[in-house]
């Protein structure tokens, strides 16, 4: 998983400026439904909305983490590609999941939305940076989101294993032993 660092220089246009930010709230403002009343006061939509925000289909990705997340589907990894072909289509449980997944300042591996589940697949590089995935771990983990790990010689040698922690993490609580 990767970190962004953002520019401290707002970007001018596009995702993020301030003239796309008022065109949305001018959309959105057109668009409301007339007939849901609001949420009374102190009330919101509480952890979906937020984790949404960092994680969901309208969460604002800066470019330059974008083009990086793009990138890096397009250079997978062999272990990346093994782990890829068992969760694609929905091929695990008919579970949705996506590689190479901005999470707020973060790329995931590989995420599930459904379940808020991130799959991070742990090359030797991982060895010289422990500080700073305990930092991302921990980071996540207070998002809500649950983080698995695993070797890419666990891919490459007991996919089996790491398909079966996959299911039981993607299982309700109540079917787990």
Same mark, same amino acid.
């Given at each position: 998983?990767?970190?962004? *660092?953002?520019?401290?220089?707002?970007?001018?246009?596009?995702?993020?400026?301030?003239?796309?930010?008022?065109?949305?709230?001018?959309e959105q403002d057109t668009n409301k439904d007339k007939s849901c009343p609001p949420l009374p006061e102190g009330e919101g939509l509480g952890v979906r909305a937020e984790i949404s925000k960092l994680?969901?289909?309208?969460? #604002?990705?800066?470019?330059?983490?974008?083009?990086?997340?793009?990138?890096?589907? *397009?250079? #997978?990894?062999?272990?990346?590609?093994?782990?890829?072909?068992?969760?694609?289509?929905?091929?695990?449980?008919?579970?949705?999941?996506?590689?190479?997944?901005?999470?707020?300042?973060?790329?995931?591996?590989?995420?599930?939305?459904?379940?808020?589940?991130?799959?991070?697949?742990?090359?030797?590089?991982?060895?010289?940076?422990?500080?700073?995935?305990?930092?991302?771990?921990?980071?996540? /983990?207070?998002?809500?989101?649950?983080?698995?790990?695993?070797?890419?010689? /666990?891919?490459?040698?007991?996919?089996?294993?790491?398909?079966?922690?996959?299911?039981?993490?993607?299982?309700?609580?109540?079917?787990?032993?």
């Amino acid at each position: 998983m990767m970190e962004y *660092k953002p520019s401290p220089q707002p970007s001018p246009q596009g995702r993020g400026s301030k003239e796309t930010e008022a065109r949305y709230q001018d959309e959105q403002d057109t668009n409301k439904d007339k007939s849901c009343p609001p949420l009374p006061e102190g009330e919101g939509l509480g952890v979906r909305a937020e984790i949404s925000k960092l994680a969901g289909s309208n969460r #604002q990705i800066p470019k330059v983490l974008l083009e990086c997340a793009r990138e890096l589907r *397009k250079q #997978q990894t062999p272990a990346e590609e093994i782990l890829w072909e068992c969760l694609r289509n929905r091929r695990l449980l008919n579970t949705k999941f996506c590689r190479q997944h901005n999470i707020g300042r973060y790329i995931a591996d590989f995420y599930c939305h459904e379940k808020l589940l991130i799959i991070e697949l742990d090359g030797s590089i991982h060895a010289n940076q422990q500080i700073q995935d305990s930092i991302r771990q921990n980071w996540l /983990q207070s998002n809500h989101f649950t983080v698995i790990r695993f070797s890419n010689e /666990q891919i490459f040698n007991e996919i089996e294993l790491v398909l079966h922690t996959i299911a039981q993490a993607l299982s309700p609580r109540e079917n787990r032993n």
